[in-house]
């Protein structure tokens, strides 16, 4: 028999899910709490967290900001059920965002997986830092609603890895033939050279492949803003995709009797994560100070040095992490 709490809820979905704040601090859905606890302990199955998560997240305010970070607390299988059932569940998620899931539940998978690389490489690459990339178990915002609302250097980081997380593992998955529409990127024609000789330009990437399923999933919500959040999001999101493309490495077969590697077919494959990590730390140290201009555009500010599309930028400096202030989420 399934608790109270799931029949609540599976009604409420069909009314919007409106109303759960009341439902939440009832003192008869103990048990909804109970699983709160759970998800953060991975104890529960995938359809339960799905559930608890769209719950969760149902019982905030809704203008959050990087809402569908949330698929990152989820441990997702290859299940569509699974997928289908939090296409319709998340909040925040943008028309072409569903529109995306509900086709491709698959590419959904890896944007999940995709998100947690992005979390995980965050507070590896900042774990001796005062600000160390943490995160919140519960509520709509995974780096805190504070955090972002302040476009410093920390959040241009923030959108940089978490994009790049999500672009590797696309890209990663393609490899696998784990997403059904993953078709090789074109291939390049003739033949090159690098410090080993001449090669041929053949086999299968999918760099571009998982560039562009990442670049219409994330940026569905910038495309449509014009104003400076949308701007520097958009950028940042971008340059978080041209690190990933930036460390693709040369990957190569040989061709030639008993291995004698007469000649090769080269094609463009994925290096580690880490690597990527280390790039966009490098790009946060020495990000750039934007402001925006008359024509809406993104230009650096006065004595700041020019910026390419690969670079990170900021608006405001960054604040004191080792002062507490409950305004910016510092304790």
């Keep these: ?31 909804c709490r109970d699983l709160n606890e759970q998800l953060s302990q991975n104890m529960i199955g995938v359809r339960t967290r799905i559930l608890l998560l769209i719950l969760v997240a ?21 299940a569509h059920a699974d997928t289908h059932l939090l296409c319709g569940g998340v909040p925040g998620l943008t028309r072409k965002q569903r529109e995306i899931c509900e086709r491709h539940p698959d590419i959904l998978l890896s944007v999940s997986k995709g998100a947690r690389m992005g979390v995980a490489e965050c507070q590896a690459q900042f774990r001796y ?25 920390e959040s241009a980081f923030l959108y940089a890895i978490s994009s790049a997380g999500v672009t590797h593992a696309l890209i990663r998955s393609c490899s696998k033939g784990e997403i059904l529409h993953c078709p090789c990127d074109p291939v390049r024609r003739g033949f090159a050279y690098d410090s080993k000789g001449m090669y041929n330009w053949g086999g299968c990437s999918h760099v571009a492949t998982g560039l562009r399923y990442s670049r219409r999933f994330i940026d569905s919500t910038e495309e449509r803003r ?38 090769r077919t080269c094609w463009k494959a994925q290096t580690d994560f880490a690597d990527v990590g280390r790039l966009l730390k490098k790009r946060y140290e020495g990000a ?23 670079d990170l930028v900021y608006f405001e400096h960054s604040p004191d992490y080792c002062t507490p202030n409950k305004s910016i989420g510092v304790l």
């Design 1 to 31: 028999m399934k608790p109270k709490c799931f029949f609540h809820l599976q009604k409420k979905r069909e009314k919007n899910l409106w109303n759960f704040r009341d439902f939440l601090s009832s003192e008869k859905n103990l048990f």
């Design 58 to 78: 149902v019982s905030f305010p809704q203008n959050v900001i990087g809402t569908w970070w949330l698929l990152s607390r989820l441990q997702l299988s290859s």
């Design 129 to 153: 830092h005062r600000w160390n990339c943490s995160t919140l178990d519960t509520g709509t915002s995974v780096f805190g609603n504070h955090m972002l609302k302040v476009d410093s250097r």
């Design 226 to 263: 014009k104003d400076a959040k949308g701007l520097i999001t958009f950028h940042n999101n971008r340059a978080g995709r041209k690190a990933v493309q930036r460390r693709a490495r040369l990957q190569c077969k040989c061709h030639g009797v008993s291995g004698s590697c007469a000649s």
């Design 288 to 310: 750039v100070q934007v402001t925006v201009d008359n024509q809406n555009a993104l230009i650096p500010m006065e004595g700041r040095k020019p910026f390419s599309k690969m």
